[in-house]
C-alpha cells in the first residue's frame, strides 16, 4: 500500500507496518520511514494496517490502531466481547491476546522498564490470580452517562460505546446494569443530573450496589462490606462504595498473601503502612506485629480514613494518621515550586521503622518520599505498585539509596488489559544489612 510521507502523517492516514516489542501503556512500537508510531490492538511479529489516531506532522510520536490485521502472531485469539477493539471500549486493549500471552507481555513490560530506568536485569513472571479465563473478575465497574446513553468510554475520549454488560465483569454487575436499564426504560425515568452509574458487588453482602454518581454534587457516602481471610481468620472491613478497593475478587486474597510473605513482619516490630486505604494490608500488618509491636497506616482520603480506623479498631496497635505521605515526611509536593521553607516533618511519624509497606497511586512516591523511607533505615521494604514505569523509577532511587531489590512477584490482577500489579521487596545492601 502506498501512502502519505512519513513526516506528513496525520490523524486518518493509514500505513502498513510491522509489529516490533510490547511497550509500557499496553501498545506495541512500530516505525514507518523512521517515525514511530504506539499501535494499538496489535502483537509484536505482526504485520497491520495501521490508523492514526492521534499525532501530526512534527510531532515526537504517532499513536495508531491496528485496523487491519495483514499478518496474524500466533498468539492472537478471537476477542471474548463485542465491543472490545479499534475505536471500541477502551476498557480492554489485550482481548485479541491469549490470556498466556497476555501475561508474557506484561512480563517483558516489567523487565523492560526495570532494566531501562533502574539498569536491573530480571526474568520477570507474571502469574495468574485464578486459573480461569480472564474474564468475569471485576467486582465494581463504572459504566458512563451521557446524553443519556450508558456505556464505557473509548479509548482516551469522553465518548461512550453503549452496552448492556461487560464479559470481565463479575455476572451481578451484568445483571445490576439490565435491571437498572429497564428501570429506566419502563418508568421513564431519567438519567439527567447522572453522570455514571457505579456498580459494586461487595463479597460481605447480599446486594449488589448501584450507585448513581450525580454530576454535579459530590457522591453521598455508601458504606459497603468487603470480606478478606488473614492468617488470623476471615474479617470484614468497611469501604465506600465509591473508595479504593482492589477490583479483582481475588486480588485481596492474593495481595494479602503476597505482602505478608514479602514483609516477614515478626511480632514487636513497627511497621510503617503507607497509603493504605481502608486498611486490606494494614488489618493483616496489624495482626502480624502484634500487641506488642505498632502499626502505622497512612491514607489522605478523609472517608477511607474513617473506615480505616474502624477497620482497625480490633488492634490497639494500630495507629492511623490522616494526610498525605509526602507532606507528612516534610517532602515538598511534586509539580509545586518549593516555598522558602520546607514543609515540617509530622510527629505523628517515627523516627525509624522495621518494616514499610507503601502501595502508592499510579504516579509512584517519588524521589523525595523515597529518601524520607531509606532514612527509616527499614530492614525490609514491600512496595505494591499498579504502574511498572513508577515502580522502576523508583527502585533506582532506593538502589541508589543504598537498597539491593530483593524479591519481586507480579500478578495478573487485570487480566485483558495491559495492566499489571507488582509486589517488590528491597532489603539493605551488603554490609549496610541491619542484624
Ligand atoms: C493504590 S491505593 C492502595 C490502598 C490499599 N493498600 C489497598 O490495597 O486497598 C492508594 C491509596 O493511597 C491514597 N493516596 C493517594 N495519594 C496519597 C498520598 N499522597 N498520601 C497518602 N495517601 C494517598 C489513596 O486515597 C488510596 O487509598
Redesign the pocket.
Known sequence: MTGPEADELTVGDEVDVEVGPIAHGGHCVARHEGRVLFVRHTLPGERVRARITEGGPGDRFLRADAVEVLTASPDRVPVRCPVAGPGRCGGCDFQHVSTEHQRRLKADVVAEQLQRLAGIEREVLVEPLDDEDGLRYRTRVEFAVVDGRVGLRRHRSHEVVPVTGCPIAVPEIDEALVETLADVERTRGELDGISALDIVVPSAEADTVVVEVPTEEPTPPIAITERVATPAGERVLGVDAR????VHRDAPRA?VGAVLAAADVRPGERVL??????G??SVPLAEAVGPDGQLIA????RR?TEHLRDNLAATPQALVVC????DLFGVPRRGRRRGPRRPARSDLLPPSADVVVL???RTGAGRGVVEALTSLRPRRLVY?A?DPAALARDTGYLTGLGYDLTGLRALDAFPMTHHVECVATFEPKGEDARP
Open positions: 473508595g479504593f478497593w482492589q495481595f503502612d503507607l497509603y493504605s486505604g481502608v486490606l494490608l497512612v491514607e489522605s482520603d477511607a494526610g498525605r505521605v509526602d502501595d502508592p497511586p505494591v499498579c
